[in-house]
């Protein structure tokens, strides 16, 4: 079971202040006083405790205590990289030489820089079996509204304006059909089949003179290889459009699978999953866009290009023949895509096909050793995500949303919860393939012991959390008005 500092406790440290007590002793000042500012600006009094340094130490030890970390605890929902990212990345990205550049030094005094970006553009194309790569869009949603732009500028340079229409299917990631319709097009939805595949009559009826492309996520959001893609592709050609891949899932098909050659013409990569930069909390990211031939021209600035100046230096900025543009202030958040080039050369063409090899492996050894247990909507192998359903056990009154409270008294955090929304009560869970053996062993042992609990005891489930700082919140006003900061009960002494 976890075991978590209480909220008394780190609010007791602070209600500790003794008039006099410091945690710390300044340096007498080496510069010389300056005037204050006006009285009207000014405090008389600051309350702040006043608290010995041990107890700062451990106020802050204690904070840090309540948070579920990847370094302390298992994610089974790898898709944010919830999942072991190397310290060797974050150590390169922290060298003086990166961390200490500018992003408005000349091409000729930043040239390591540059040459990392136009190593990392050819390593991104090789592997997605594409022909050229802007680094500048900063997340995977933003990476969507650029191959959408890129989609509709294709088309607008060709006078195909009557291309209003992109296809996506039920399954997508949420950010598809707003990206599409950012960028102006008018989104259709396209029914999956009994097997989780794109209905290919559903994708037929669509693939007309006014469809601009469609947007596929490859794995699915359920986990689950397309094996209509190839056929996808065809279809959406003959008629005219492109396919826009969502490279979300790109952790399943590292050295496996080349987007590419399977059809697409556009895909985004989230460095932030699949090329390990840590991401919980809502950033930062990247999502680089990949293109073939026919959208190059097309990419978003700037791009790095290796040919030489007057000045010496052989890697420069440039902008694409027809660019959609700027999509971010200078060239893509820099630390991000230095971890994702430590990424890649570390592991190497047979380390990242091993990623993808271990993530899939770990996905279908929870499925099966849990399907009997959760109900298996698509009862197949999976890729690097199993995607169940709670309606099993919320036939016996408990809902996912509550199963997954209870696994924080495990030690484990949630799944993902009711995504993807065509399956009822969903939990996805993505183990990465970073996790052991024992690990997984003892997730699994935790979903069959809560599973066991519903049945003899409902209403302890229901109750869950039982272990944790914070028990059960009001959903809602966690969301709408959350509580932040502490907040002092009494005076201080």
């Not at 209480?6 to 007590?21: A, H, I, Q």
């Not at 296809?167 to 102006?184: E, F, L, R, V, Y």
């Not at 005219?240 to 590419?260: H, S």
């Not at 630390?335 to 996905?363: F, H, P, Q, W």
């Amino acid at each position: 079971m976890a075991s978590f500092p209480t909220r008394e406790t780190t609010r007791l440290l602070m209600d500790r202040s003794v008039p006099g007590r410091v945690g710390a002793i300044l340096p007498d000042c080496d510069v010389p006083f300056q005037k204050l500012p006006d009285q009207s600006l000014l405090r008389a009094e600051l309350e702040l405790p006043e608290v010995s340094e041990p107890e700062v130490v451990n106020y802050f030890t204690c904070l840090s205590q309540l948070n579920f970390s990847i370094d302390t605890n298992f994610y089974p929902l790898g898709s944010c990289t919830m999942k072991y990212n190397p310290k060797i990345n974050d150590e390169v990205a922290f060298m003086p030489g990166f961390a200490g550049i500018h992003p408005l030094q000349p091409a000729e005094q930043s040239q390591g820089a540059l040459e990392l970006l136009h190593r990392l553009q050819g390593f991104l194309g090789e592997i997605t079996g594409l022909h050229a790569v802007s680094l500048a869009t900063l997340a995977g949603a933003h990476g969507e509204f650029a191959g959408m732009l890129m989609i509709r500028a294709y088309h607008q340079a060709r006078g195909d304006t009557a291309r209003r229409k992109v296809a996506i299917p039920d399954s997508a990631h949420g950010t598809n059909p707003a990206s599409a319709a950012m960028a102006g097009f008018d989104v259709v939805e396209l029914a999956s089949d009994k097997n989780g595949n794109v209905d290919l009559e559903a994708l037929h009826e669509v693939a007309g003179p006014d469809l601009a492309g469609v947007m596929i996520t490859l794995p699915s959001t359920l986990g689950l290889f397309d094996t209509n893609i190839v056929e996808v592709c065809k279809v959406v050609h003959e008629a005219g459009g492109l396919v826009y891949g969502d490279g979300a899932n790109m952790n399943a098909l590292l050295g496996r699978v080349k987007l590419g050659e399977l059809g697409f013409d556009v895909a985004h990569l989230n460095l932030h999953k699949t090329f390990s930069t840590p991401h919980g909390g809502g950033g930062p990211g990247a999502g680089p866009v990949c293109v073939g031939e026919t959208l190059a021209p097309f990419l978003p600035a700037p791009v790095v290009i290796h040919q030489g100046d007057s000045n010496g230096a052989a890697y420069n900025l440039a902008e694409p023949e027809h660019t959609i543009g700027k999509m971010s202030g200078f060239h893509g958040n820099f630390g991000v895509l230095v971890r994702a080039y430590t990424y890649i050369r570390t592991l190497g063409a047979d380390g990242m096909k091993e990623i993808s090899g271990n993530a899939v492996l770990n996905a279908n050894y929870v499925m099966q050793a849990l399907k009997d247990t959760y109900y298996l909507p698509y009862d197949r192998a999976c890729m690097h995500e199993a995607v169940f359903s709670a309606d099993w056990q919320k036939s016996r009154g408990v809902s996912g949303l509550e199963i997954a409270k209870r696994l924080l008294d495990y030690g484990f955090h949630s799944p993902t919860l009711y995504f993807p929304m065509i399956v009822h009560e969903a939990l996805m869970i993505e183990p990465t393939e970073s996790e052991t053996l024992e690990t997984l062993d003892s997730f699994i042992q935790a979903m069959r012991d809560i599973d066991r609990e519903i049945s003899e005891n409902p209403d302890f489930v229901r109750q869950s959390p039982h272990t944790t700082p914070v028990s059960r919140l009001d959903e809602a006003q966690a969301a709408r008005r959350p509580d932040l900061r502490w907040k002092r009960e009494k005076p201080f002494l």
